[in-house]
């Protein structure tokens, strides 16, 4: 009797701590699904408010400064690296270390990272100050003058950069949203008076000023309190871990890039402005994927570490990869048809890049479908893998653009050169990310082909039926409106047959209908 009366607290108290986990979990999921679809909102709302900042200042500065804007933003984006990776080390050190309730060092890791960002980015810029007042008599104005404010930017960038992934290391992702929207609205501001004012100095210098602004925002706001001082043991560490992801995402920035190197090497800034339009739409489209693999990854790393193998994570590659294929093919292609109208309405400037950007825009399909293969190599700690690959598709897009070039097909080879690139880049990763997942040959290369048959199909449908309206004479927004008409009877047996394979139709509307019926107002 008196053991049984003693073990009834502990009994309580048992059941009292298992219910308060119970609650924290679902308050963290909870945290979670908030927190993802504030920023997947955010994003969304930067992303179109930035396009049209990139309309707007294409069109005041036509195709030939628009392609030297460009190719002075392509040499940015490169010295940005000259951090070493220390953001991408802080992205998984301070989570970990927190989690191990080691404040101390995670306040090191942050004086540390913080001050061997300004040291080395310092210096980097520092180098590229020196070559353009080396080569200020052998360069134009107009180039020197974009380089010095280029190291500027650079600078400041990855200042940016740094408070970026430490906040977000601190998972305050309700802040990033407000940061995410008002760094778009301040650059409608400064970019668009500063080039009506000053053309394209103004446009650099305005973004000089939006991230010195957005700086003083990070410091007033997120209250880090950090300090300059380096210890090197952590140090080491950190650029043990970021080097190698340094690296990969040099490649794949030169995967991205390499396009515009060749374009201003062997033809000219006009036709790099043209390609612009390209490139800016590439940079829309590619959103959608990039946010839905985002999103899945830490389920995906949350399923390894809870069944402590990577095989009975397969539903969370599958299922997404089919996903993603099915309703990017239908928004690939919706913004390929409207491509023509829309630069022809809004940027007529730019109309000689049309094809290209169809062709560009297209190839992003294999770009997106490839996002989740990517982290699940990145996941299952294969770096080293992915560098590799990334390197055989650098040198074939490489090779691809110089024997379009020879043959003479410009901006059009170009475009044409880099969709295989994305296409041959996708296929290795899905390859090998499905073969570490231990799926058979057939498998591997059924689910792969399953995942191009919607964009094929569909454009297959498309081409057929633009040669039968343009012999009845439609054109301009009339074929347009044809055409989007086509493709919404095209779209229903791929929605249905989607839906068939994941539910995913379906599980949207009942949640929405869930939603409305909890949410009145709504």
């Known amino acids: 009797m008196l053991y049984a009366e003693s073990y009834k607290p502990k009994l309580f108290k048992s059941l009292r701590l298992k219910l308060h986990g119970w609650e924290e979990l679902m308050k963290e999921k909870q945290r979670i699904l908030r927190d993802g679809l504030l920023y997947s909102i955010s994003t969304y709302i930067s992303t179109i408010v930035n396009f049209f900042t990139s309309i707007v200042t294409k069109n005041l500065l036509g195709p030939t400064l628009a392609g030297t804007f460009n190719f002075f933003m392509l040499i940015r984006s490169y010295t940005e690296f000259g951090e070493l990776g220390i953001r991408y080390s802080i992205n998984r050190e301070i989570p970990l270390n927190k989690g191990m309730s080691d404040f101390k060092k995670v306040q090191d890791i942050k004086n540390t990272s913080y001050t061997a960002t300004l040291l080395f980015s310092g210096i980097i810029n520092s180098i590229v100050l020196l070559v353009a007042i080396i080569f200020r008599n ?20 990855n200042i940016i950069n740094y408070y970026f992934a430490l906040v977000r290391a601190d998972r305050n992702f309700v802040f990033l949203c407000k940061y995410n929207i008002l760094y778009a609205l301040l650059a409608v501001v400064f970019k668009i008076s500063l080039v009506y004012w000053l053309g394209i100095y103004g446009l650099l210098i305005g973004i000089i000023i939006l991230h010195v602004v957005m700086i003083f925002y990070f410091v007033k706001r997120t209250k880090h309190n950090l300090k300059l001082e380096i210890n090197p043991k952590i140090l080491k560490s950190l650029l043990k871990l970021g080097l190698p992801l340094l690296m990969l995402g040099f490649i794949s920035l030169s995967i991205l890039g390499i396009d515009k190197y060749i374009i201003t090497i062997f033809l000219d800034f006009t036709e790099l402005g043209h390609y612009s339009i390209a490139t800016m739409v590439h940079s829309f489209v590619i959103v959608f994927p990039g946010l839905l693999s985002s999103t899945l ?6 399923k390894i570490g809870r069944d402590g193998t990577h095989l009975k994570a397969r539903s969370h590659v599958i299922k997404p990869n089919i996903i993603i294929a099915y309703i990017y093919a239908i928004i690939i292609i919706f913004v390929a048809l409207l491509m023509p109208i829309f630069v022809k309405y809004v940027m007529p400037k730019f ?5 290209a950007a169809q062709i560009l825009v297209i190839g992003t399909f294999f770009m997106g479908i490839k996002n989740i293969s990517g982290q699940v190599l990145v996941g299952l700690n294969k770096i080293g893998r992915l560098i590799i690959f990334g390197a055989i598709v650098l040198v074939l897009a490489f090779l691809l653009d ?3 070039i020879k043959l003479g097909m410009g901006i059009i080879g170009i475009a044409l050169a880099s969709a295989i690139s994305f296409f041959v880049y996708s296929f290795i990763l899905m390859f090998d990310a499905l073969r570490l997942m231990e799926f058979d040959f057939f498998s591997r290369m059924k689910h792969i082909l399953s995942l191009y048959v919607p964009l094929i199909l569909i454009l297959a449908v498309m081409l057929m039926c633009n040669r039968i309206l343009s012999l009845f004479g439609f054109e301009g927004i009339g074929l347009f409106l044809f055409q989007v008409f086509i493709l919404a009877i095209a779209s229903v047996p791929i929605l249905y047959v989607l839906n068939k394979k994941t539910s995913v139709v379906r599980m949207t509307y009942d949640l929405l209908i869930k939603y409305k019926h909890k949410n009145r107002w709504f």
């Open 138 to 157: 052998q360069l134009s104005r107009m180039m020197y003058m974009g380089l010095m404010l280029v190291a500027v930017i650079s600078f400041v960038s």
């Open 297 to 302: 990854f830490p389920s995906f790393l949350q």
């Open 351 to 355: 109309t000689q890049g049309i094809l």
């Open 402 to 404: 110089m024997v379009f």
